[in-house]
Structure formats: structure tokens, C-alpha cells
């Protein structure tokens, strides 16, 4: 079974991808849903706490601060017609992602660089396949793909596709009870093995660390006590919030913990480098914070107004992506903002803004309504000073 957290923007609970049925352990669906609680609610803020940085009354916008940066727009559809729906950018250029067949029987996974489409696998829409877990190393895709037998039980596959080969070729079926958060680090390749977590079959709470090399194989499993997420290699996040036990970002190189402190209001989401915390209160106003997994260089980014925008933390270790949602007035309607860590200082990106992602330093969003759905996008890298 593939558990799967929803989008950061949009607000639901965990959803749940075609699999066998797990009973009796629903902790980690619970951490899974804390973790996604401290990224998108907001409520109340304590009288103590970091004082934030002096703003104008009006932000800047990227396009100010670096005026040679560039949004790019992505046509909706694909030559053929269908819309098409990027799940991860390449290049500026380049992207993979889905999109239904010109009959609507399928579901495509295609790779995209302008006009010149490749199809690199197909699924029948009955079966309600799902494609994710994407991450690259630069020489080859790796994903997952789920979907849902005739008799309702369902089941998940791990492919890959080289891009000097002309087909694809699935890595295994032996995927354990994965789970992905909606994170770019949900699958990571690392010396040329893919690595993803999964809940172990224990019946207290663990989680296995698995991974098959790129070339095929057999399927390596570590287990481990507790809720577990990957984050950048070699570090691995704590996958609850603070409610569920201590949080913790782990290195298994050096094989060490660090201890993340959380006090009783607050929830913690960690990266490898920085923690996002949601401060929480009765009443009044809520804030998100940033701080070092060992609680140092605390600061305020956002408040009660702004949430953030993706489950990732501090991404390239400087732009925290948060959305200001306006009066509910159709499909698009969020200021897209990034908080920059080295000027201190809350920046503009877009407006009336949809769907937010971003993998591997590419911001991209929807704009326009449900049936005029586009996409623009931003390399954060090209902003590295």
C-alpha cells in the first residue's frame, strides 16, 4: 500500500493510494497528518517569542531584487490536446508529468521539453493509477506507480527510465508499506541506489528504510523504531510533529541524533538544515518560525496570515515558500511569497496563485481557474548570490 500526503495547498487530510488494508497501527498516519498540520494551520500566538525582522509596509518583489530572474510560462496542454500537469522540472525547460490520453482511457506519464513530447508510461484510468515519489540524479527518473486491482486491493511499483534508453524498465514491486509525504525527498538516489521509507509490520511503531539498486536487484531493508522520513541524503526527519514523541533529525553516515527542542505549543516539521515551527495559542494570531534542528538562529518568517506552501523545509537552504490566501474568489487566489534566509526578508513571486510545488530548487504554480488551468515557473537556483 502507498499512503500519500495531499499537496501542502490544499488543506485535506492524508489520502490513501489503492493497497491492502493495515490495521491496527495508525500512528503513522497520525504523524502524517501532524506533519502536515504544522505546515498549513494556523492559531494563535503566545505573548513570547522571536521578534521579527522590520518589513515595509509594501514587500518587494523577486522581480526587484533580481531583475534578470525569469518566470517561465508552461502551455496547459500537451500538442495533443489534453492538459498537461508538470510533477517535476529538469530544467526550465524540461519537466515531466501527467496527463490523460486524447480518449481519456489513460493516464500518461510523459517527459516534455517545449513542443517535443515522450511518453514513458501508460496507465488505464479505471485503475486509478497514481505516478509519484519523482527524483532524478541527473542520469536517470525514478518513480513510483500505484493502482487498484479489479477485486479493490491495489498495489505499488518503483520504475525507472534512463535517458540514454529507449524504454523504461520497473525496479521492483517489492515496495513494503510505502509512504510518501509529498516531498522532493520522498524517493533519493545515492550512489546508485533508490532509497524510500516504509511502515514496518511490527506491531509497535517502526519504520523500514529500503532501497534496490538502479540497475536491479533484490530489495535491502533496514528497520528502525519510531516514525521516519527521508530528507536530503544522508539524513533522515522525524515523521510526526512533537505530539507523537521527540523530534529528531538523524545522519546515517555519522550515525547520530540530534534532539530538535520543541516547547508544548509548538509543532515541528524538520529539513536537513532547518525546522519550520507552528506556533500554537487559544486565540489570536498564529506565527511559523525557522530555526536550526538545535534550536539556534530562531526567526519569524510568517504570520498569522501566511501558511506554508510545501511540506519541504528552507528549500536550498534559504527560501521558504509560504502563500498569502486571499478572500475565496475562485480557483487561483494566493499571493506566492518566498521568505529569503540570507536577506532576511519576505519577497513576492506571484500573484493569484493556485497549486505550489517545488523539487529540487524549482518553484513552479497554477494560475487561471479549473478550466483555464496554466503553469509558471521559477529555478531559485538562478537567485543563489
Known amino acids: 500500500m502507498t499512503v500519500t500526503v495531499n499537496p501542502v495547498e490544499s488543506t485535506g487530510a492524508p489520502t490513501q493510494s489503492p493497497g491492502r488494508h493495515r490495521r491496527g497501527r495508525p500512528w503513522h498516519l497520525a504523524g502524517l497528518a501532524l506533519a502536515l498540520a504544522a505546515t498549513v494551520v494556523l492559531v494563535g500566538l503566545p505573548p513570547a517569542g522571536p521578534t521579527p525582522a522590520e518589513q515595509p509596509d509594501r514587500l518587494r518583489t523577486v522581480a526587484e531584487v533580481w531583475p534578470d530572474a525569469q518566470i517561465n510560462d508552461l502551455p496547459a496542454n500537451l500538442p495533443d490536446g489534453p492538459a498537461y500537469s508538470p510533477m517535476l522540472f529538469l530544467d526550465s525547460t524540461t519537466s515531466v508529468g501527467t496527463s490523460p ?119 535491502t531493508v533496514r528497520t528502525d523504531p519510531g516514525a521516519w522520513a527521508l530528507s536530503a541524503w544522508p539524513k533522515m526527519v522525524s515523521a510526526g510533529s512533537g505530539e507523537t514523541g521527540p523530534i529528531r533529525v538523524r545522519d546515517l553516515v555519522e550515525r547520530r541524533y540530534v534532539d530538535v527542542p520543541a516547547g508544548p505549543t509548538e509543532l515541528v516539521t524538520c529539513g536537513p538544515s532547518w525546522c519550520r515551527v507552528l506556533v500554537l495559542a487559544a486565540d489570536g494570531p498564529g506565527r511559523i518560525d525557522l530555526m536550526r534542528p538545535d534550536g539556534t538562529d530562531r526567526r519569524r518568517v510568517g504570520d498569522g496570515t501566511v501558511t506554508a506552501s510545501t511540506i519541504d523545509v528552507a528549500v536550498l537552504d534559504r527560501f521558504e515558500v509560504l502563500s498569502l490566501s486571499a478572500e475565496p474568489s475562485g480557483f487561483s487566489n494566493s499571493q506566492l511569497i518566498v521568505y529569503d534566509l540570507q536577506l532576511d526578508e519576505a519577497l513576492v513571486v506571484a500573484e493569484g496563485v493556485g497549486m505550489v510545488l517545488c523539487r529540487g530548487g524549482m518553484l513552479w504554480w497554477s494560475v487561471g481557474d479549473n478550466e483555464t488551468i496554466s503553469w509558471q515557473q521559477l529555478d531559485l537556483r538562478t537567485l543563489l548570490d
Not at 500518461?108 to 527524483?135: H, K, M, Y
Request: aromatic share 8%; net charge negative.
Open 101 to 219: 490520453s486524447p480518449d481519456g482511457t489513460m493516464l500518461r506519464l510523459v517527459l516534455r521539453s517545449g513542443d517535443t513530447v515522450r511518453e514513458l508510461r501508460r496507465l488505464p484510468l479505471a485503475a486509478t493509477p497514481q505516478f509519484g515519489g519523482f527524483t532524478t540524479n541527473g542520469a536517470a527518473l525514478a518513480w513510483s506507480e500505484s493502482v487498484a486491482d479489479a477485486d479493490g486491493q491495489g498495489r505499488t511499483e518503483l520504475w525507472t527510465a534512463q535517458w540514454d534508453a529507449p524504454e523504461p524498465r520497473r525496479l521492483t514491486a517489492d515496495t513494503g508499506d510505502v509512504v510518501f509525504f509529498n516531498s522532493q525527498y520522498d524517493m533519493v538516489i545515492n550512489d546508485g541506489n533508490l532509497y524510500w521509507v516504509a511502515v514496518a509490520p511490527d506491531p509497535e511503531p517502526a519504520t523500514e528504510l529500503r532501497s534496490v539498486p538502479l540497475t536491479g536487484g533484490e530489495v
